[in-house]
């Protein structure tokens, strides 16, 4: 499924080493930013990819199914309170439909 590849991708690009901003940060001063943030990340990215790995593929068809049929229907609601907030206006302020 094409959701898949996009996470990997998406965290492939998260865990690439990142280049220098500029000439005047030197080397040591990079080094030190990602040995600080190098333990917090790879805790969360653990987390998650031990979560990917634990969820069947037949989990994520129905996930996708699921996540269509909330979407539908939360614009069908939405579409609803749009109309009925319309007519509530007219009716309110006593033009005729």
Same mark, same amino acid.
């Given at each position: 499924?094409?959701?898949? =590849?996009?996470?990997? $991708?998406?965290m492939?690009r998260?865990?690439?080493?990142?280049?220098?901003?500029? =000439?005047? =940060?030197?080397?040591? $001063?990079?080094?030190?930013?990602?040995a600080?943030?190098?333990?917090?990340?790879?805790?969360?990215?653990?987390?998650f990819?031990?979560?990917?790995?634990?969820?069947?593929p037949?989990?994520?068809?129905?996930?996708?199914? *699921?996540?269509?049929?909330?979407?539908?229907?939360?614009?069908?609601? $939405? =579409?609803?309170?749009?109309?009925?907030?319309?007519? *509530?206006?007219?009716?309110? *302020?006593?033009?005729?439909?």
């Amino acid at each position: 499924m094409a959701g898949g =590849s996009k996470v990997r $991708e998406w965290m492939r690009r998260r865990m690439a080493p990142r280049k220098a901003a500029g =000439s005047g =940060s030197s080397g040591s $001063e990079a080094a030190s930013t990602s040995a600080q943030s190098s333990p917090r990340r790879k805790l969360r990215t653990g987390a998650f990819s031990s979560a990917l790995r634990w969820r069947k593929p037949r989990g994520n068809v129905l996930a996708a199914l *699921f996540q269509r049929a909330a979407y539908h229907l939360l614009w069908l609601v $939405e =579409s609803v309170v749009v109309v009925a907030r319309l007519c *509530f206006f007219f009716v309110r *302020f006593g033009f005729r439909l």
